[in-house]
Structures are given as C-alpha cells and as structure tokens.
C-alpha cells in the first residue's frame, strides 16, 4: 500500500479536476516545436520567441479545458507566468531534451541550473521527468537511467512534491528506424514498454503517476481483446495511478489508445501533440495557427475529455491507497510533529 505525504496529495489533487480525472496539456516539448521552425527558418538555432509565441498560445488556448498545464523553464515559463490560470496545476519539467546518444543507449540529464528544489520554489505541483529506456540497452547505461530515476524520486520526497515520471522506448543502433525524434518508435516491442513500467513500479524510485506510451504502436490499438490485455498488464505493473501520452499520435488513433487506457484503469492523460500539432502546422501563419488551436484542437481537447470524465479512474480511488483512496494522514493533531522540514 502506498501512502500520500501532505505535499504529495496535495499535488496530485491540484493535477486533477474535482472528479479526480487528470484532463492536463503538454506545453514542454522543445524538439518537435524547435526543430520544425528553425527549418522553415533555415537557421541553426529556432528564435527564443517563435517558440515562446506558440508555447504561449498554447497555454492561452488550452488551459481552460484543462486540469494542468506541464510547461518548460526555457520558454513556456517565462513567457507564460502571467497568462498561466492559477486555479489549474503547475507540472514543471526537469529533464533536458538533449540526451547523449551512446552506442549502449541514451542517457537523461536535467536541464541546467534547474532542479527539484527549483520547481517546489517556484510554486510547481509536480516535477515531471521523461527517462529514455530500453531493458536491453548496455548495462551500464540501463543502471545509469535507472540512479538517474532514483535521485529524482529522492528529491521529490525530500521536498514533498509529486513525482510524474515519463519513459519512452526507442530504437538502438542496432534497431531498424533508427532515429533521434521524438516520436513514436516503430516496431516496439509491448514487452520492452512493459518490463520497462515494471522496473521504474518498484518502490525504490519514489513515481507517483506514471505518464505511459502505448504498449502497442497507436494505430494497433483496434479495441481487441488482445490489445486490451496487454494495456490491462501495463495497468497492473504500474501498481498506481497512470496516464497516457500521446507521442505524436494522430487525433483517431490516440483516442482509440485512450479507449483501452480507460477501459485498464488509467486516470486520464497528460497529452500534447495530438492535440495540438494540427495546428502547428500552419506555421509561421499564426493566425492560422490560433484558428487551429481554438477550433479543432479545443474541440478535440473537449471530446477526449469527455471520453475521460465518462471511462476514467479516479486517481485518488486507486487500489495502491487501500480502502477508502488516498486520505491525508494523520488526521489528528500528532501531524505537525512528525511533519519534518526540508
């Protein structure tokens, strides 16, 4: 059984609307909105405000369909404060989005000068990290993924924040598709996804929710029954609340992802692309690009939400919390006593 600290519930209460559904919007991404711009651009480097701009329409157009909002130190920060609606959750990422590409597999590191005690600071309800993993990657780099895990989830409990941790498979050297976007890896393999939420399950890595890829490449999610038993052992090793992301998904194809995932006991979605890439697209016509948000991206924003209301698990009802959910414990006047600072 799992037990909540007071900043941890809180947390996690703050992530999710009233239902305990978590409806939330990933602004964080830095390659798949960098990349595209510096091309179109014909620079080496996207400008500091293009990406901003959209990071900034994002929050602008999204936030109010949604439970929270994940956003970057870079630009979504800085650029979004002001708009950022404070009645939604804060989720602030940690990881930085370049990786180092080894032959044995990619290696995490957090963004410079930023940390945990950074995003508690600031006022974040949770940290979020995305760890690139592959069960059968050198072992060093397996172990070197794993301490890196680690270190964050004992950072989180010293500063009694939640812990939202992302991981991703992708394709080794030795794989066929090899590639360094962010993207979906084609011909995953569901027992690499799995054996991968097993390992980062176990209770050494202090994980709250699970942000988690399909255990099947998105458009293999047909709602058969054996697609649906692989998304309800992914729901079983989790061993705690979980979302889904949608790692580029199209529009159809995540919302059939989220049908299994609802239908295995997942808790909503913390999703970015597959809401809003449409409309990136129409870049640099920002006008465009706001018509996008505001129209299809909202009303697909609005349908998945319902999906989620109507077939997703309270997170704060989850079997991990024991009979009656997720309480904030001592319920007494002992608390304070053995409540301990930083």
């Known amino acids: 059984m799992m037990e909540l600290t007071p900043g941890k519930l809180w947390g996690l209460r703050r992530m999710a609307g009233e239902n305990g559904i978590f409806k939330m919007t990933a602004t964080d991404q830095r390659p798949p909105i960098k990349n595209p711009i510096k091309a179109h651009l014909g620079l080496d480097e996207a400008p500091w405000e293009e990406v901003a701009r959209f990071k900034g329409l994002l929050i602008e157009t999204l936030q109010a369909q949604s439970t929270a909002m994940l956003v ?162 992914m729901g079983r090793l989790a061993g705690r609340p979980w979302v889904m992301l949608s790692a580029g998904a199209g529009k159809p194809e995540f919302r059939k992802v989220l049908e299994h995932a609802f239908a295995a006991g997942a808790s909503g979605f913390l999703a970015g692309r597959a809401i809003w890439l449409d409309a990136f697209q129409s870049y640099p016509d920002w006008a465009a690009i706001e018509a996008g948000l505001r129209g299809e991206a909202c009303d697909y924003m609005a349908d998945i939400s319902a999906l989620a209301d109507a077939k997703a698990t309270n997170w704060a009802q989850h079997a991990c919390y024991g009979e009656g959910g997720a309480r904030f414990k001592p319920a007494d006047a002992s608390f304070r006593h053995g409540y301990d600072a930083f």
């Open 72 to 233: 970057d130190p870079h630009y979504a920060i800085p650029y979004g404060m002001d708009t950022l609606d404070p009645a939604k959750g804060l989720i602030v990422t940690l990881e930085d989005s370049v990786f180092a590409e080894t032959p044995g597999g990619r290696l995490s590191s957090d963004i410079d000068d930023w940390s945990v005690a950074k995003i508690k600071r600031m006022g974040g309800d949770a940290v979020k990290v995305l760890a690139w993993y592959r069960p059968d990657a050198d072992a060093d780099v397996v172990q070197a993924q794993n301490d890196y895990v680690k270190r964050i989830g004992e950072e989180c409990a010293r500063y009694d924040i939640p812990f939202l941790l992302e991981m991703l498979v992708y394709p080794l050297a030795k794989d066929a598709h090899q590639t360094k976007e962010y993207v979906e890896m084609k011909g995953k393999k569901s027992d690499d996804v799995l054996a991968t939420v097993e390992e980062f399950a176990k209770p050494d890595y202090g994980v709250d929710v699970f942000k988690l890829e399909s255990p099947v490449n998105a458009e293999d999610a047909d709602g058969s029954a054996d697609v649906q038993a692989i998304f309800d052992e």
